[in-house]
Every structure is written in structure tokens, then in C-alpha cells.
T-cell receptor
Framework: NAGVTQTPKFRILKIGQSMTLQCTQD?????MYWYRQDPGMGLKLIYY???????DKGEVPNGYNVSRSTTEDFPLRLELAAPSQTSVYFC???????????FGDGTRLSIL | GENVEQHPSTLSVQEGDSAVIKCTYS??????FPWYKQELGKRPQLIID?????GEKKDQRIAVTLNKTAKHFSLHITETQPEDSAVYFC???????????FGAGTTVTVRA
């Protein structure tokens, strides 16, 4: 039982490049979230989804896009990478009502 | 929206002593309060959570208390050990919301 799987674990991008961060869950939960965590800082919500076909913006959505075509997958897309997007990206999932969020291991992204 | 404040931002304790972290929240509709521990380079992991119908919850050396009237909740770690050194995040979620609001984090250092 893998839980929440994020790929890749590490990536270096050049300014202006694009990439997709993958998040897959086998917990059959409807709610999925993308956070970024800058060095020494807290968690900032980028986007979230309450089910397949439904997504909504968090507090820092600019420069990112998401899609949710299945319950299992919630990819995060960076279209034009900028140095300010250097961060650790965490995907999280939760069940209904007052259930905890479970985090993946993160993707460490550097943009140079 | 919900606003969660967390204090202190750093905490240094002698091994064997207790550590207390306090959080306040703004939205009286919040009814779920999880605590996460994040070790260096790792993902946040849920260590304990409490719902608004409970005033206190314990799990071995960890306890959480909730004061709904004052809108604050606290994490208590007793008999601290070196492996308790980490960043701790509190969070809150309102009954009408799908998102967690996180505190800024507390860096706990346990001195041997």
C-alpha cells in the first residue's frame, strides 16, 4: 500500500521550461491538495480538488495549473518555470469530513 | 477565511523536560485541529488530532488540549527525547471547508 506517491523526487529546470509534477494515490480519497514549502517556511496551498473534474485555487496559484481526470491522479503543471518557483512541492490527500491529510514524500524542484 | 497563529516559532528544551506549543484560530466554525511533525528533509506526518467535541486527547507522551471559548489549542510533549527535535505545525479546518489552514510552524530542539 503506497499511499501517496510523488514523482519525480528531484528535478532541476532551466528558467522558462515546463514540467509536470505527478501525484498518485491508492487510498481512494476524494480530496487532494498541492502545497509548496520554501526553505525554512510553512506550507502554502497552491490548488486543491474535491473530486474528479473539480479543482479550485488555493492561496498561491499563479504560475501553476492542475487537472483531475481520475480519483487517483492530481498532476501539477508549471508552464514557464521561474526562479521564484524553486521549492519543495507536497501532494496530500484526505478522506471526507474531519479526516487528516496524508502527505507524499515531496518533489524538490530547483529552477536555475 | 481561517487564520491560525502559532507560538513560539522556536523552542529549545532540555531532554526530559516538557514542550508546549500554542495555536490560536479565528473562525468559530473550525471543528478539526490536527498537529503535524516534520523532520528535516521529510514530509509532514500527522502525530495527533482533535475534534471540537473533545477537550483533550493523549497519545503516550503527546497530548493536545482545545479551548473552544478562547479559540486556542495546544500541543504538549512530555519527557522530551532527541528524536522529538523537528518542526511542528498546527492546523485548523472549518466544518464548511475542504482546506486546512496551517500555522507557521515551531522548530523544537531537544538538547541532550
Amino acid at each position: 500500500n503506497a499511499g501517496v506517491t510523488q514523482t519525480p523526487k528531484f528535478r532541476i529546470l532551466k528558467i522558462g521550461q515546463s514540467m509536470t509534477l505527478q501525484c498518485t494515490q491508492d487510498m481512494n480519497h476524494n480530496y487532494m491538495y498541492w502545497y509548496r514549502q520554501d526553505p525554512g517556511m510553512g506550507l502554502k496551498l497552491i490548488y486543491y480538488s474535491v473530486g474528479a473534474g473539480i479543482t479550485d485555487k488555493g492561496e498561491v496559484p499563479n504560475g501553476y495549473n492542475v487537472s483531475r481526470s481520475t480519483t487517483e491522479d492530481f498532476p501539477l503543471r508549471l508552464e514557464l518555470a521561474a526562479p521564484s518557483q524553486t521549492s519543495v512541492y507536497f501532494c496530500a490527500v484526505s478522506g471526507p469530513s474531519n479526516q487528516p491529510q496524508h502527505f507524499g514524500d515531496g518533489t524538490r524542484l530547483s529552477i536555475l | 477565511g481561517e487564520n491560525v497563529e502559532q507560538h513560539p516559532s522556536t523552542l529549545s528544551v532540555q531532554e526530559g523536560d516538557s514542550a508546549v506549543i500554542k495555536c490560536t484560530y479565528s473562525d468559530s466554525a473550525s471543528n478539526y485541529f490536527p498537529w503535524y511533525k516534520q523532520e528535516l528533509g521529510k514530509r509532514p506526518q500527522l502525530i495527533i488530532d482533535i475534534r471540537s467535541n473533545v477537550g483533550e486527547k493523549k497519545d503516550q507522551r503527546i497530548a493536545v488540549t482545545l479551548n473552544k471559548t478562547a479559540k486556542h489549542f495546544s500541543l504538549h510533549i512530555t519527557e522530551t527525547q532527541p528524536e522529538d527535535s523537528a518542526v511542528y505545525f498546527c492546523a485548523a479546518r472549518a466544518f464548511y471547508d475542504y482546506k486546512l489552514s496551517f500555522g507557521a510552524g515551531t522548530t523544537v530542539t531537544v538538547r541532550a
